[in-house]
């Protein structure tokens, strides 16, 4: 699946973990850790920037695509690496048709899930190990749906893999990272002040960068249900 230009770092998952070790004192300047410092601390990358993909939507992951929907069929399986999809449309020759979302209350709400017709609505089924997309009518020859959707951030299965982050986000994943690892080395190695401080520093940057990097109509209807 092809990805934007705006999500490689130039620093692979190594050199954030030392960074991570530095920040809090657990390595000296020029130093590296060990091997099984670095695989305690994998595990723990990869659980921070999945944690991160249920705050929302980050600018960096959207991309595009498209889905089809066989004929008389209410519903196509998308890619597992689609989290949420934003935006749909029907291809009908030249044009593209725009649908509306539907949430699950409202599909069901449906009398008829089996008329035909030209899709106007799709609802996004969001199960463990697959992700489907159904539409409404069903359509009664196979349909093209162009997607705008949301992706997963790719795993990190080695310290010299580069970071599925844009480079804005380098300083947020080192000082979340020393925040997370912090108890991994001990009160002798680490010092519970400096960790204090870094543990804030970490959650404002976490917070500036999430609010940031969202996209305007996520950002909008957080701001109205904080008002509710």
Do not use: H
């Not at 401080?197 to 404002?204: N, P, T, V």
């Amino acid at each position: 699946m092809a990805t934007s230009g705006l999500i490689s770092s130039t620093m692979t998952a190594g050199e954030f973990m030392t960074l991570a070790m530095q920040e809090i004192g657990a390595l000296g300047a020029g130093e590296t850790p060990t091997g099984d410092e670095y695989e305690a601390m994998l595990p723990r990358l990869n659980f921070m920037l999945k944690t991160w993909q249920s705050k929302g939507c980050n600018l960096w992951r959207e991309t595009n695509g498209t889905v089809t929907i066989p004929a008389d069929a209410a519903s196509g399986t998308l890619d597992p690496r689609i989290i949420d999809v934003q935006a749909a449309r029907v291809v009908t020759g030249n044009n593209e048709i725009q649908m509306q979302r539907w949430e699950n209350g409202e599909y069901r709400q449906i009398p008829n899930k089996a008329q035909t017709g030209t899709p106007i609505a799709f609802y996004i089924d969001k199960q463990r190990d697959a992700v489907n997309m159904y539409v409404w009518p069903v359509p009664s020859v196979e349909t093209t749906v162009k997607i705008d959707y949301a992706r997963v951030i790719e795993d990190v299965t080695a310290t010299t893999d580069n970071l599925d982050v844009p480079q804005q986000w380098i300083e947020t994943v080192y000082m979340c990272l020393a925040a997370r690892c912090a108890a991994l080395f001990g009160a002798t190695r680490v010092d519970p002040a400096t960790v204090g401080e870094i543990k804030q520093r970490a959650a404002e940057l976490e917070s500036d960068l999430l609010n940031m990097d969202r996209p305007a109509s996520l950002i909008f209807s957080s701001a109205i249900m904080g008002g509710w």
